[in-house]
């Protein structure tokens, strides 16, 4: 795997999806809460599966990682990533509480937390299925309060005892005047990357060497 490479047109191809699909769900996210929502930055890399916890800010105690699976036909991973805090915000936010009301995940706010989860992945799914010509089935969201833990989960090997190669989309989203941040990142596991390659060389009508 380590010498797989991303070629150019297929690069180009995937980066602009990214971003093209990261724009609508910042603009339906806007509408929803009626405020301004930022992409502060968006990337694309092939990386050892045991360098993604960098993406996932582990390094703050309370991040909070809710990710759903895409089962098949190509297998991957959508994961939202951001400390609680913000989480408990985006809650407030959506049930018209005052910012500062929950201070804690509970019954009250987890649905709707996981609503809002389901309502970003919908905009990813809907764009690999028109990009790719397919149909995926995926899993409801899961949320996690450990990072390590939660990468352990998906399905995609083991992070300590396997070299494993994914590729990453990451995008960070700002909502400036609330002080949110939150990133969404996208992984295909070394098999699914095979496809995703294959599948786009053959839309195309590119053979990939």
């Not at 352990?152 to 949110?180: C, D, M």
Request: glycine letters at 2%; aromatic letters at 10%; charged letters at 30%.
């Amino acid at each position: 795997m380590e010498n797989v490479k991303l070629p150019d047109f297929v690069s180009n191809i995937l980066k602009n999806m990214w971003v093209s699909c990261s724009e609508k769900a910042a603009k339906a996210l806007s509408e929803m809460i009626n405020k301004k929502v930022e992409i502060s930055s968006t990337s694309l890399k092939l990386m050892r599966i045991n360098e993604v916890p960098k993406l996932l800010n582990p390094e703050d105690a309370t991040t909070t990682i809710i990710f759903t699976q895409l089962i098949d036909p190509i297998k991957g991973v959508i994961i939202l990533s951001t400390p609680l805090k913000n989480i408990l915000k985006m809650a407030d936010i959506f049930l018209h509480k005052r910012l500062g009301f929950f201070k804690d995940l509970r019954d009250e706010n987890l649905p709707v937390i996981k609503e809002f989860a389901s309502i970003l992945t919908g905009y990813y799914i809907t764009t690999l299925n028109e990009l790719l010509e397919i149909k995926y089935r995926y899993s409801a969201p899961f949320l996690y309060v450990n990072p390590y833990r939660a990468i352990e989960k998906f399905g995609l090997g083991s992070v300590y005892k396997e070299k494993i190669y994914v590729l990453t989309f990451k995008v960070s989203f700002k909502i400036t005047e609330e002080e949110i941040k939150k990133d969404v990142v996208l992984l295909f596991g070394e098999d699914s990357i095979k496809q995703l390659l294959e599948k786009i060389s053959k839309k195309i009508k590119f053979d990939i060497e």
